[in-house]
């Protein structure tokens, strides 16, 4: 074979390159304690209450932060990056679309036909089935439209 | 990159991915058909099973027809392929006939009866492309469709505590074992360079990769793949997600994804990591995980009274058996692993058929109320211990034959110890599958014991299962010859 010698270069390359990664994370480790240590050395000393708070943008904090977030977020949020993701999709899709042939052009229109199709399927399925209404049960028993909180 | 260099699919591919084609069709039709005819789970049913019959159908055609790749070399069709796509129906059908006399299924309390008749094709049309993939985004791509459907399947009785509980531990256990295993995935890229099973292999022929960087990409490698069929060290979630999950859906797993990722393992290692073995011995260290597996299952099932998760440790054990076979690398035993998959899937649905089909009426798995069912329910007893005989691998039953081929393939290559391990589990295997045996006829039931009505379809699903069990015991040929025939033209042994 005569790529051999070639790929141990390669190799060893490799070893050298993660070298340069420890020597890095050493560098970041030594640097980010020596600029806490001088400060610290430098600094002035005036612990007070006001300074244990959590910070929040300048606004005081208000109630814990260990709030269970209502699980529909994420079901809004699924949905939300489902279709979000299908209109990254669309643009290579579409930038590459124009220069194809009659015949292979077709049948990728078709292709992304079918893809749109699936995820319409699925829009229509939770609509259907009441996952869009956000307060569900309410608006299942009443079966009037329920508005949001 | 210019145009020209994308491969663009010819519609003529579209004819060799009928089977799957039909199977994702069925889904979205099984979720129209929810959505236009509201609660009435008849017609999802109906479009799935017939979906998995056409399926079935359209893929007999395939078993001799040479290798072609698909899809812009995405997939390959091949004999192997064929074979899988008729086990995967067939797997289809059956948990379809299963499901629907289930109460835990078809329960009056239950929502969303369509949606599980839809997911059963979605899975099985995955699972397909599992045993189809040749390239690396296709394998992780269909094994986390498998993967998603499954978790949703697990967690289908949402009133039950014990389900849910299996569906997040399978969600949690599935996620990391899935990014485990695409970080190998990269790694395999970063070493050779291409995503295709023929690149890689290429560039690994050609020398890429020291020993030590491959031996970290099969093992983590090994954790995405022995999750899915269940092996040790990565088993945890199976005795959990068993027991926790409706039980005719416990039975699908334990055969259906597991058999696509034998299928997806068999065509990832043997063609890609086949001329890596001089650089890292990948066969001696599944020969250790298969020892591993198959006396952790048996030694731990020994000790289960509830039968859902006996014989979930059970099925752990014969993922053991069938990685005897996968590590030969020989046609021999590529055709002991495929007639294996088949008869297990046979005699593994039909042990959990008649849990389902007790559990209607009992609403236990538990082996005490199993006691005196040979004189409370007796053909569905004597047909339990058919699937009983089976598993443990006794004469004249399917399971037998199939442990016979495979327990002969490993030992024409020379590999004796690990023959003599095999056959020592299943004598471990013969006592607790015995257990249940004795439990049916030789201990007395209670006289306030529930009477155990059995529903029609289960009957008649037990006897579609139980036949096959019994008449491949006997003349397998016809059945042998499927599986011979599928690995003819598979290129990379």
């Not at chain 2, 039953?397 to 024409?412: C, D, E, N, Q, R």
């Given at each position: ?14 070893h ?10 050493l560098f ?9 240590g ?26 814990s ?5 209502n699980i ?9 990056i ?10 290579p899709?579409?930038v ?32 259907v ?15 009037t ?5 | ?5 994308l491969?663009?699919?010819d ?9 799957e084609t039909?199977?994702?069709g ?18 999802p049913?109906?479009v799935?099973?017939?979906g ?14 040479p ?5 812009g070399?995405?997939?390959v069709?091949?004999?192997?392929a ?16 299963v499901?629907?006399?289930?109460e ?6 239950r ?5 599980y ?10 699972m397909?492309?599992?045993?189809e ?8 791509l269909?094994?986390e469709?498998?993967?998603l459907s ?20 399978y ?10 295993m695409?970080?190998?995935l ?8 291409s ?12 020398g ?14 090994l954790?995405?793949?022995?999750y ?62 298969s020892v ?6 048996n ?9 859902k ?19 030969m ?9 495929l007639?294996y ?5 046979l005699?593994?649905?039909g ?19 199993y ?10 007893a004597?047909m339990?211990i058919?699937f009983?005989f089976?598993?443990?691998?006794l ?28 056959v ?15 439990t ?5 039931a ?7 009505p059995?529903?029609p ?37």
């Amino acid at each position: 074979m005569t790529q051999t010698p070639c790929l141990a270069a390669v190799a060893t390359g490799l070893h050298a390159g993660y070298a340069t990664v420890l020597l890095f994370l050493l560098f970041g480790i030594f640097f980010g304690n020596l600029a806490l240590g001088i400060a610290r050395l430098v600094r002035p000393r005036k612990p007070g209450g006001e300074k244990a708070v959590t910070y929040e943008c300048g606004e005081l904090p208000s109630g814990s932060s260990w709030v269970r977030f209502n699980i529909r977020f994420y079901l809004v949020a699924l949905f939300f990056i489902v279709f979000d993701v299908e209109v990254i999709f669309l643009y290579p899709w579409a930038v590459v679309f124009k220069p194809l042939s009659a015949a292979a052009g077709s049948l990728v229109f078709v292709e992304m036909a079918m893809f749109l199709g699936i995820l319409a399927i699925g829009l229509a399925y939770i609509w259907v089935k009441g996952d869009l209404d956000w307060v569900k049960s309410l608006a299942r028993r009443s079966g009037t439209e329920v508005g949001g909180e | 990159m210019s145009v020209d260099m994308l491969q663009i699919p010819d519609w003529s591919d579209l004819g060799g991915f009928l089977p799957e084609t039909v199977m994702f069709g069925a889904f979205l039709l099984a979720l129209l058909g929810d959505l236009v005819v509201r609660r009435r789970p008849v017609v999802p049913f109906a479009v799935v099973m017939a979906g998995a019959l056409t399926a079935l159908a359209l893929s007999f055609a395939g078993l001799d027809a040479p290798e072609r790749t698909i899809l812009g070399g995405l997939v390959v069709v091949d004999g192997m392929a064929a074979f899988f796509r008729i086990l995967f129906s067939l797997i289809a059908v059956a948990t379809l006939l299963v499901s629907w006399a289930s109460e835990e299924i078809m329960g009056r309390s239950r929502e969303n009866k369509g949606e599980y008749y839809a997911l059963i094709a979605l899975m099985t049309g995955g699972m397909m492309v599992m045993a189809e993939a040749r390239d690396l985004l296709m394998l992780y791509l269909s094994l986390e469709l498998v993967s998603l459907s499954s978790y949703v399947m697990a967690g289908y009785m949402r009133n039950s505590l014990r389900a849910t509980e299996a569906s997040l531990k399978y969600v949690i256990f599935g996620a990391v074992s899935s990014g485990v295993m695409l970080y190998g995935l990269s790694l395999l890229y970063g070493l050779t360079g291409s995503l295709t099973y023929a690149g890689v292999r290429d560039a690994l022929a050609a020398g890429a990769g020291d020993p030590l960087s491959l031996l970290t990409v099969c093992v983590l490698l090994l954790a995405g793949l022995g999750y899915k069929i269940a092996m040790v060290p990565f088993h945890f979630w199976a005795p959990d997600v068993y027991e926790g999950a409706p039980t005719p859906v416990s039975a699908f797993f334990s055969v259906g994804p597991k058999a696509a990722g034998f299928a997806l393992m068999i065509r990832f290692f043997y063609t890609t990591m086949q001329p890596a073995v001089d650089r890292v011995d990948w066969r001696l260290l599944i020969a250790v995980l298969s020892v591993a597996t198959m006396t952790f299952g048996n030694l731990v099932a020994v000790r289960q009274v509830n039968v859902k998760r006996l014989l979930a440790y059970s099925s752990i054990a014969h993922a053991g058996y069938l990685l005897m076979g996968f590590l030969m690398l020989t046609a021999e035993g590529l055709q002991a692993i495929l007639f294996y998959l088949l008869v297990y899937a046979l005699m593994n649905l039909g042990a959990f058929l008649f849990v389902v089909a007790l559990n209607n009426s009992l609403k236990s798995e538990h082996l005490d109320d199993y006691a005196g069912l040979g004189f409370r329910s007796p053909w569905a007893a004597a047909m339990m211990i058919v699937f009983l005989f089976s598993l443990t691998g006794l004469p004249p039953t399917a399971g037998f034959i199939g442990k016979f081929y495979l327990f002969a393939a490993v030992m024409h290559e020379g590999w004796y110890w690990l023959a003599i391990v095999g056959v020592l589990n299943s004598v471990v295997s013969l006592f607790y599958y015995m257990k249940i045996a004795r439990t049916m006829y030789f201990t007395k039931a209670p006289a306030d014991a529930p009477a155990v009505p059995i529903a029609p379809l289960h009957y008649v699903t037990l006897v579609l299962l139980a036949a096959p069990t019994l008449f491949l015991g006997l003349y397998w040929g016809g059945f042998k010859d499927l599986a011979d025939r599928a690995v003819q033209h598979f290129t990379a042994l």
